[in-house]
């Protein structure tokens, strides 16, 4: 199968990060990079679960029906935008034996996205189920699930080779029902982990628009690719709620209980 981009698309075990950085020479290799799925039946639905090491205590990210409700402002809310089913996501907050709140869940793939290139992300976006209680358990702060991919940033200026790329979407227009498309590259903030975050200024405290973060990761050196790609919720707020219609440039992830079907974004 070729992508849009033009290049066979790559396959490679799920690894622990330890395991990432240690390739990560590899991946800076011209011409080693994957590109970003482009539609079509792009990509294995076996490939996507819950990614373990990066989930804490005991939440919830499993595929399913609905959810449905009887009412909505319009009534293509009251169901999901893809199929029948989504991701439901159920996280607590001060459900461990650590001093903070720690629960947190990573559902992705760790498979079919590794080695994409980063700057030719260009459309990136979900729909969300919010209900007012989740509202309520943010304390005034916006609660929502956001999406997560581990990329290795390549920015000469900081030496770091692994670094969480995290939308975080603004509060959902409606809520106990579902969102329209909420658009990654045109709202909320992005921010970097670690030593990335510090050398490009786009940190969890000073979060990015996504133009000015593909500006900071277009450093001029190699370029920055991806290893996984997901959704993610957590360490802070307890969530119940779900997502569907992941999409990744010319790709929506559609979520349903059989698994995760790849279309061709309309």
């Not at 399913?64 to 159920?90: C, K």
């Not at 770091?160 to 498309?181: E, F, I, K, R």
């Not at 133009?211 to 996984?228: H, K, R, S, W």
């Not at 790609?229 to 119940?240: H, N």
């Amino acid at each position: 199968m070729r992508t849009r981009f033009g290049t066979k698309r790559r396959s490679a075990l799920g690894v622990t990060v330890a395991a990432l950085v240690a390739i990560v020479a590899a991946s800076a290799v011209p011409g080693a990079a994957s590109a970003v799925p482009a539609g079509g039946n792009y990509g294995r639905s076996a490939h996507w679960g819950v990614i373990t090491r990066n989930t804490i205590g005991s939440p919830v990210a499993a595929l399913r029906d609905g959810p449905f409700v009887p009412v909505a402002v319009r009534p293509e809310l009251a169901h999901p935008p893809y199929g029948h089913g989504s991701l439901g996501i159920e996280v607590a907050d001060h459900s461990t034996s650590l001093s903070t709140p720690s629960e947190t869940v990573h559902f992705g793939n760790e498979v079919d996205f590794y080695g994409a290139p980063v700057l030719r992300l260009h459309q990136v976006g979900f729909h969300v189920f919010q209900t007012g209680e989740n509202v309520g358990y943010g304390h005034g702060i916006v609660n929502m699930p956001n999406i997560r991919f581990e990329i290795n940033p390549n920015l000469s200026s900081s030496g770091a080779t692994y670094s969480s790329m995290v939308w975080n979407p603004p509060d959902s227009p409606v809520t106990n029902q579902w969102s329209g498309y909420l658009d990654a590259t045109t709202t909320g903030g992005w921010w970097l982990t670690g030593n990335a975050g510090t050398a490009t200024g786009c940190t969890l405290a000073t979060q990015c628009t996504f133009p000015q973060l593909m500006t900071a990761l277009n450093d001029g050196g190699a370029e920055p690719v991806i290893y996984t790609a997901g959704v993610s919720k957590g360490r802070d707020f307890m969530w119940i709620g779900a997502v569907d219609g992941l999409r990744i440039n010319e790709t929506v992830f559609d979520f349903e209980p059989g698994g995760v079907r790849a279309r061709h974004a309309r």
